[in-house]
């Protein structure tokens, strides 16, 4: 990791030789850290310092707004150059990334056999194992010894992105077996690949959702795992440094989501994207709160003649969101982790009930015992009724925040739809309502407060 002093010292070097030897020695993520953090207009001279094969590398690494800005500021050669050498799920990425006037340009001026590479992944929908797949990868035909099966990855497969993994096909490039490094190197030469190969493969389909195939390769604990269309024809593979990235990518959606977020937003991002991200957000729950306000208002005349209500009312709103916020967390988690699928809703409510149980107790004896201090000697009943809801809006609480995820994976959706935002204003509407009707109905019916 680049520290802080280590960066000093590259600022300190003015010999532009002495610092291309230092950020050509230093790891490809460093160097991309470095030049991110450098004035727009320095980028460029400081990534032309470095060798093809580190620039190639560097260039992955850094921000989608200063990978557009090196392209405008390059020669058309060199961003060709590394461009053609980059993996082709990484060049798809950055096309998804860059305008498309540039996109298109860029395609133009590759070569057939990686232009060809790019658009099959690029045919793909957004999220799925064809989109995230890399088409190198090490295949071997059926019918090859263990001694030709080495000579031809020697020969021909050394760039491919991992060679952990062979996999073999027909003719019809129809996925048979897979055999690892290992079986080949600790087999005897003269032996047929069929003979030591595994015909037991885990593979994902083009159009597996790519956070499916994360939790298939961790069920399984897989480097690279197959992808296969619908006639089962190898077109590709997943790699564990890929997963990373998605099991990243999901956390961060879900994370944002859950507060009421949208879109890939980091601390950094410009305060136009910021902006974008989440106003639109703050408009809709302003918009839900506008409901949840219209619920109290004909009880206006309640609040006025027990004014205390106002005072207890606030803790309503922020126990049981949070309440309702615990549980939704913890089935997201479960969900976005494989631990539980939407057949297992029932076994889950019941858990979250019995936990609901003691909290609701927890909750509305404090809740009691508050509002017993808060309230005049012939208003105590309040404090009874505020008990009583609490511990009701908290078993509601905790089955909201199960079961509304769960209702979403059943219909295919993203569960992480479900934002906190929302619960905690549906919680705070079921919860107002219901405590003002009973307050409402104990003076009007009951005369408690005569």
Aim: glycine residues 8%; negative net charge.
């Amino acid at each position: 990791m680049l520290t802080q002093d280590s960066r000093a010292t590259l600022d300190r070097i003015s010999d532009l030789n002495r610092l291309k030897l230092e950020l050509n020695e230093l790891p490809a993520i460093d160097v991309g850290d470095y030049i991110s953090d450098l004035a727009p207009e320095q980028r460029a001279i400081t990534f032309r310092l470095l060798n093809k094969t580190q620039a190639t590398d560097v260039f992955e690494y850094l921000p989608p707004d200063v990978r557009e800005s090196l392209i405008g500021s390059l020669h058309n050669i060199q961003v060709c150059q590394i461009v053609e050498s980059m993996r082709p799920d990484d060049r798809a990425e950055l096309f998804d990334e860059l305008p498309a006037g540039i996109v298109k340009r860029l395609v133009q001026q590759l070569s057939p056999e990686e232009r060809q590479a790019t658009a099959t992944i690029l045919g793909y929908a957004e999220g799925t194992a064809g989109r995230v797949m890399t088409t190198e990868y090490v295949r071997l035909r059926e019918g090859l010894t263990v001694g030709e099966a080495l000579s031809k990855i020697r020969l021909a497969d050394r760039d491919k992105e991992t060679i952990y993994y062979a996999y073999v096909t027909d003719n019809n490039r129809k996925l048979k077996q897979v055999v690892s490094l290992r079986q080949l190197l600790f087999s005897i030469p003269d032996a047929r690949i069929e003979d030591i190969g595994s015909d037991r493969v885990i593979k994902a389909r083009t159009e597996m959702q790519q956070e499916e195939v994360a939790q298939l390769m961790k069920r399984y604990d897989l480097l690279a795992v197959p992808v296969v269309d619908r006639e089962d024809r190898l077109v590709g593979i997943i790699t564990v440094d890929d997963v990373v990235d998605i099991l990243e990518q999901e956390a961060t959606e879900d994370i944002q989501k859950l507060g009421g977020g949208g879109g890939d937003e980091s601390s950094l991002s410009l305060p136009i994207d910021k902006l974008r991200n989440r106003l639109p957000w703050l408009l809709g729950i302003m918009a839900l709160y506008i409901g949840a306000s219209s619920a109290i208002a004909p009880f206006q005349t309640t609040i006025a003649a027990v004014p205390v209500l106002a005072v207890i009312m606030p803790l309503f709103s922020n126990t049981g969101g949070t309440v309702g916020i615990q549980a939704l967390t913890v089935t997201i988690r479960s969900l976005g982790v494989g631990e539980v699928s939407s057949k297992d809703t029932m076994k889950i409510l019941r858990k979250e009930l019995i936990a609901g149980v003691g909290t609701a107790l927890a909750l509305g004896l404090t809740m009691l015992l508050l509002s017993l201090i808060w309230t005049k000697p012939e208003e105590r009943w309040v404090g009874f009724v505020a008990g009583f809801v609490m511990a009701s809006n908290s078993i509601v609480a905790v089955t909201l925040g199960t079961l509304l995820p769960m209702g979403l994976k059943r219909l295919n959706l993203d569960p992480a739809l479900v934002s906190g935002p929302l619960v905690t204003t549906l919680l705070d509407t079921i919860g107002f309502i219901t405590f003002l009707t009973l307050i409402t109905f104990s003076l009007n019916v009951l005369k408690l407060g005569v």
